[in-house]
């Protein structure tokens, strides 16, 4: 069984500031791939990132850098200077790449940017 | 290229009705996935298509919840005798064919969010 676990609900900084939102994730497969989505208010997800399993190199994308670690089985997004409009809710997602093609989705976290 | 396309935005039901959903896909887009979210939660695999075969549905799918997809494009959702604890956000999803670049991924539209009274 698959599972995603993002422990921080809820997450409220103030503009400017860096914020990490976190990503535990549990799989037997040797082969699997995470993403990084944001939904902000209007409903709609939005993909950011996408990491297959055996490619550990960080990214960075803008203010936006994920830091994906095997060893803890973790999957870090960080927002560097934080913005107003990156105020939304925040889902890491595992996918197997053994045959199955269903996401399995943590719960989110709901960030806030306060101006 | 136009994103995935979902109709209606909303819909409000009574207790008991018929609802179908409607996804369009992205053009060239084989695979089409359907799920569901409840408020604070993440979203939840329901089913998913490759052109118009029915390959994984989830045990989420009771047996008032039809999925299909006729010619392989577009596809709907029916969901019959609807109960209050069907009133959720209903995702579609797609993405490329095997072979294809990025095919992993999964792009999602709008959502139609159902409200049954």
């Known amino acids: 069984a698959q599972k995603v676990t993002q422990a921080q609900t809820e997450i409220s900084v103030v503009e400017k500031e860096d914020v990490t939102l976190d990503c535990v994730y549990e799989?037997?497969?040797?082969?699997?791939?995470l993403f990084w989505y944001k939904q902000p208010p209007s409903g709609e997800l939005v993909f950011l990132i996408r990491?297959?399993?055996?490619?550990?190199q960080n990214e960075i994308s803008g203010r936006y850098s994920w830091n994906f670690q095997k060893s803890t089985s973790s999957f870090n997004f960080t927002i560097t200077a934080s913005q107003v409009v990156d105020s939304a809710v925040y889902f890491c997602?595992?996918?197997?790449?053994?045959?199955?093609?269903?996401?399995?989705f943590g719960k989110g976290t709901k960030l806030s940017v306060i101006p | 290229d136009t994103g995935v396309s979902q109709d209606p935005r909303h819909k409000i039901t009574k207790r008991g009705q018929n609802v179908t959903f409607r996804c369009d896909p992205i053009?060239?887009?084989?695979?089409l996935y359907w799920y569901r979210q409840t408020l604070g939660q993440g979203p939840e695999f329901l089913t998913y298509?490759?052109?118009?075969?029915?390959?994984?549905k989830s045990r989420l799918l009771s047996d008032r919840f039809s999925a299909e997809r006729p010619k392989g494009s577009f596809s709907t959702l029916e969901i019959q005798r609807t109960e209050q604890g069907d009133s959720a956000m209903y995702l579609c999803?797609?993405?490329?064919?095997?072979?294809?670049?990025?095919?992993?991924?999964?792009?999602f539209g709008p959502g139609t969010r159902l409200l049954v009274l």
């Open positions: 799989t037997r497969d040797t082969t699997y791939y």
């Open positions: 999803a797609s993405s490329l064919p095997l072979g294809q670049g990025a095919r992993e991924t999964q792009y």
């Open positions: 990491r297959n399993s055996f490619d550990e």
């Open positions: 997602a595992l996918r197997s790449g053994a045959g199955s093609y269903q996401l399995t």
């Open positions: 053009s060239e887009h084989n695979r």
């Open positions: 298509f490759q052109n118009e075969a029915q390959l994984e």
